[in-house]
T-cell receptor
Framework: DSGVTQTPKHLITATGQRVTLRCSPR?????VYWYQQSLDQGLQFLIQ???????AKGNILERFSAQQFPDLHSELNLSSLELGDSALYFC????????????FGDGTRLSIL | GESVGLHLPTLSVQEGDNSIINCAYS??????FIWYKQESGKGPQFIID?????DKRQGQRVTVLLNKTVKHLSLQIAATQPGDSAVYFC????????????FGTGTLLAVQP
């Protein structure tokens, strides 16, 4: 058990809809990272927050946004969903603000019908 | 349309043999590298890391080698066990102002009993 909790585990929705994925980091970790893992793109870094502030940005689409709350949990919002957004979305956390070794949750599987 | 799945390189080894998983990274300015293991249905798990000022680092049953001249990273697993069966990813990190992380496509390690 990594200590990182992601909810929900599975999400099925339709094109054009909006969803919110939630992540609770490991106790004591200040950084939260979001990743997308799809069959055709592999594992892609989306965005990082450190202690409530955006720290680094990767291949995140404009239709996607994230935030980290004062209690350090994070949410990833995906809007105007397209078929190609179907993927596993992972959250990870770490103690500091760089890309040091991270603890990953088990992911949210998003299926767009 | 349909997505074409990533064709993961596969390494098949006999239990007890040593395994070598290779990774070519893209940016000569990358200064930190991490190997992750991903078992089916789970998030990636940290194995070992190495900084660019080193060329070798050893852990328990694992060794990472870094060749900056040819931008190549390898993970050696000694006495491979069935529990080592998983997908292995290398990650390269560019620190400083760039602050970027890129995952490799991954290698599937299949351990035959």
């Amino acid at each position: 058990d990594s200590g990182v909790t992601q909810t929900p585990k599975h999400l099925i929705t339709a094109t054009g809809q909006r969803v919110t994925l939630r992540c609770s980091p490991r106790s004591g970790d200040l950084s939260v990272y979001w990743y997308q893992q799809s069959l055709d793109q592999g594992l892609q870094f989306l965005i990082q927050y450190y202690n409530g502030e955006e720290r680094a940005k990767g291949n995140i689409l404009e239709r996607f946004s994230a935030q980290q709350f004062p209690d350090l949990h994070s949410e990833l919002n995906l809007s105007s969903l397209e078929l190609g957004d179907s993927a596993l979305y992972f959250c990870a956390s770490s103690t500091r603000g760089g890309f040091e070794p991270q603890h990953f949750g088990d992911g949210t599987r998003l299926s767009i019908l | 349309g349909e997505s074409v799945g990533l064709h993961l390189p596969t390494l098949s080894v006999q239990e007890g043999d040593n395994s070598i998983i290779n990774c070519a990274y893209s940016n000569s300015a990358s200064d930190y590298f991490i190997w992750y293991k991903q078992e089916s249905g789970k998030g990636p798990q940290f194995i070992i890391d190495i900084r660019s000022n080193m060329d070798k680092r050893q852990g328990q049953r694992v060794t990472v080698l870094l060749n900056k001249t040819v931008k190549h990273l390898s993970l050696q697993i000694a006495a491979t066990q069935p529990g080592d069966s998983a997908v292995y990813f290398c990650a390269e990190i560019l620190g400083g102002a760039t602050n970027k992380l890129i995952f490799g496509t991954g290698t599937l390690l299949a351990v035959q009993p």
